[in-house]
């Protein structure tokens, strides 16, 4: 059982939006410490899409974006493609756990 | 640009010490964070731990007691080596360099910027 929750899988119609929610507790995203989202293709490393709750790395197409709302982040995918079928991790630290932790990942299938 | 390869052997006997090494090229080992992180087949994330190019660690308390990872400068290189291992080992293993991008007067912030393509280890006899 990961301390950030995430949704086991969402799925959408291309063209569609989707959002992926990560919801963690006080001793996490309540307690101020940022959250980073991971894509991961299928055989592959996982890629950094969002660090600081709402940040891109360069090469990032803005149709991916993050917020933040009190122990709740959620990632947002708008024009949904074919290759964003994918897992989405969130990874935060947690203070109870003195450590970093991911969430359980969320799979993305594109219909 | 800065890439990671993972390398080290592939089967581990129970009860053996898994050991791996990061090669970073592209760029230095030094000023930054460097983590190890795995994912057992069919599941999730799990950080392992990093180091600080000074030698600094921080490990995963659920796996302190069996981790170690060390840095060689000279090589570009950081290692992990976790002993005693057991089948729930068995898993992918990846380097990633831990960007601190953020600190407040309590604490900073970390994400992982680049990764390794990471390497399978299987723990059987």
């Known amino acids: 059982q990961s301390v950030l929750t995430q949704p086991p899988s969402v799925s959408g119609a291309p063209g569609q939006r989707v959002t992926i929610s990560c919801t963690g507790s006080?001793?996490?995203?309540?307690?101020?410490?940022?959250v980073h989202w991971y894509q991961q293709l299928p055989g592959t490393a996982p890629k950094l899409l969002i660090y600081?709750?709402?940040n891109r790395p360069s090469g990032v197409p803005d149709r991916f974006s993050g917020s933040k709302s009190g122990t709740s982040v959620s990632l947002a995918i708008t024009g949904l493609q074919a290759d964003d079928e994918a897992d989405y991790y969130c990874?935060?630290?947690?203070?109870?756990?003195?450590?970093?932790?991911f969430g359980g990942g969320t799979k993305l299938t594109v219909l | 640009q800065v890439q990671l390869q993972e390398s080290g052997p592939g089967l581990v006997k129970p009860s053996e010490t898994l050991s791996l090494t990061c090669t970073v090229s592209g760029g230095s080992i030094s000023s930054y964070y460097w983590s190890w992180i795995r994912q057992p087949p069919g599941k999730g994330l799990e950080w392992i731990g990093h180091i600080y190019y000074s030698g600094s660690t921080n490990y995963n308390p659920s796996l302190k007691s069996r981790v170690t990872i060390s840095v060689d400068t000279s090589k570009n290189q950081f290692s992990l080596k976790l002993s005693s291992v057991t089948a729930a080992d068995t898993a992918v293993y990846y380097c990633?360099?831990?960007?601190?991008?953020?600190?407040?007067?309590?604490?900073?912030?970390?994400?992982?910027?680049?990764w390794g393509k990471g390497t399978t280890v299987t723990v059987s006899s």
């Open positions: 990633a360099r831990f960007e601190k991008y953020s600190c407040s007067a309590r604490n900073c912030q970390y994400y992982m910027d680049v």
């Open positions: 006080s001793s996490n995203i309540g307690a101020g410490y940022d």
């Open positions: 600081g709750n709402s």
């Open positions: 990874q935060s630290y947690d203070s109870s756990l003195s450590g970093w932790v």
